[in-house]
C-alpha cells in the first residue's frame, strides 16, 4: 500500500513538473513524454561576445567604425563636393572647345590669306614678264602674246575652283570631325555626370535609411570606378579621329597636285602656241623685209 501511494506522489510530481516544459514545447503529449532534461539538452547555448584586449586593435577598430559612421555623417558633403568637380570639368570643356575653336578659325583665315597673297604675288610677276615681252613686238606678236595671256589666265581660274573646292571640302570635313568630337565629349560628361549624381543620391539614401556604412561606400566606390571606367572608354574613341584628319589632308592635297598638274600643262601648252606663233610671225617678217630689199 506504501509502495503504490509512493508510485501515485511520484507520478503527480511528475505531472506537475511536465507541465511548464510542454508549454515551451507548443506541444500536447501524454505523461509519457521525456523528462524536461533532454529539452534543455537541444537548446542552443548563448555564444559570449569577445571583446578586445589589445589596445592597438580595439583602436583600429574604434577608427574604422568611427570613419565608416563618418561616411555617411558626410554623404551630402561627398556629393555636393562632385558636383561642384563635375561642373568645374564643364567650365573648363568650355573653355577648351573656345580655345580650339578659335585656333582653327584663326588657322583658316591665315591659310587663306597667305593662299591669296600667293596668288597676287604670282600675277604681278606674270604681268610684269608680259610687260618685258611687250616691247619690241610686232603687232601679230603682240596678238600672240595677247592670246597666251589669256590662256594662262583661264588655267589660273581653272587651278583656282579646284583648289578652292578642295580646301572648302577639307574644311567642312573638319568641321563636322569636330562637331562630332564636340559632341561624343558632352555626351560622355553628361553621361558621367549623370552616373555620379545617381551613384551620390543612392550613397545619400541608404545612409538616411541606415544601412551598413562599409556596404554603401563600397557600392558608391563600384559605382564611381565604373563611371569613371566609362567615361575614359568614350573619350579614347575620339584618338580615332586623328586619322581621319590625315586622310582628309591627304586627299585634299591630291587634289591641289592634281589642279597643279593640269596648270602646268596647260600653261606648257600656251607657251609652245605662242613660240610658234612668234616664230612665223618673225619668219613672215623677215620674208616681208627681205622682198623689200
Known amino acids: 500500500m506504501k509502495a503504490i501511494k509512493r508510485a501515485i506522489a511520484a507520478l503527480t510530481l511528475l ?30 547555448p548563448v555564444k559570449k561576445e569577445r571583446t578586445t584586449t589589445d589596445p592597438v586593435k580595439k583602436a583600429r577598430e574604434n577608427s574604422t567604425e568611427s570613419k565608416q559612421k563618418g561616411f555617411c555623417q558626410n554623404a551630402s558633403n561627398v556629393r555636393s563636393e562632385f558636383s561642384g568637380k563635375l561642373s568645374l570639368i564643364d567650365q573648363e570643356r568650355k573653355e577648351k572647345r573656345v580655345e580650339v575653336t578659335d585656333k582653327v578659325k584663326e588657322r583658316k583665315e591665315d591659310t587663306a590669306s597667305k593662299i591669296l597673297q600667293k596668288r597676287e604675288e604670282m600675277e604681278q610677276k606674270f604681268e610684269a614678264k608680259l610687260a618685258e615681252i611687250d616691247e619690241d613686238l610686232t603687232e601679230g606678236q603682240r596678238t600672240a602674246l595677247e592670246s597666251f595671256r589669256n590662256s594662262v589666265k583661264q588655267a589660273q581660274e581653272i587651278r583656282k575652283t579646284a583648289v578652292d573646292a578642295a580646301q572648302k571640302t577639307y574644311r567642312d570635313a573638319l568641321d563636322g570631325l569636330m562637331t562630332t568630337r564636340q559632341q561624343t565629349i558632352a555626351d560622355a560628361t553628361t553621361a558621367y555626370r549623370t552616373a555620379v ?53 591627304k586627299t585634299r592635297n591630291e587634289a591641289v597636285a592634281a589642279a597643279n598638274e593640269a596648270f602646268k600643262a596647260a600653261v606648257q601648252q600656251a607657251k609652245t602656241v605662242l613660240r610658234n606663233a612668234l616664230a612665223n610671225d618673225s619668219e613672215d617678217a623677215s620674208a616681208e623685209s627681205s622682198e623689200e630689199e
Not at 22 to 40: D, H, Q, W, Y
Not at 197 to 222: F, I, P, Q, R, Y
Not at 225 to 249: F, N, T
Open 15 to 44: 505531472s506537475s513538473a511536465l507541465v511548464p516544459a510542454l508549454a515551451v514545447a507548443g506541444e500536447t503529449e501524454s505523461v509519457n513524454t521525456p523528462p524536461p532534461i533532454k529539452i534543455r539538452q537541444i537548446e542552443q
Open 197 to 249: 549624381t545617381t551613384a551620390t543620391s543612392a550613397a545619400t539614401t541608404a545612409c538616411a535609411e541606415g544601412e551598413d556604412a562599409t556596404v554603401v561606400k563600397t557600392a558608391l566606390n563600384s559605382a564611381l570606378k565604373a563611371a569613371k571606367d566609362e567615361l575614359k572608354s568614350k573619350l579614347a574613341e575620339i584618338e580615332s579621329h586623328g586619322s581621319q584628319v590625315r586622310v582628309l589632308a
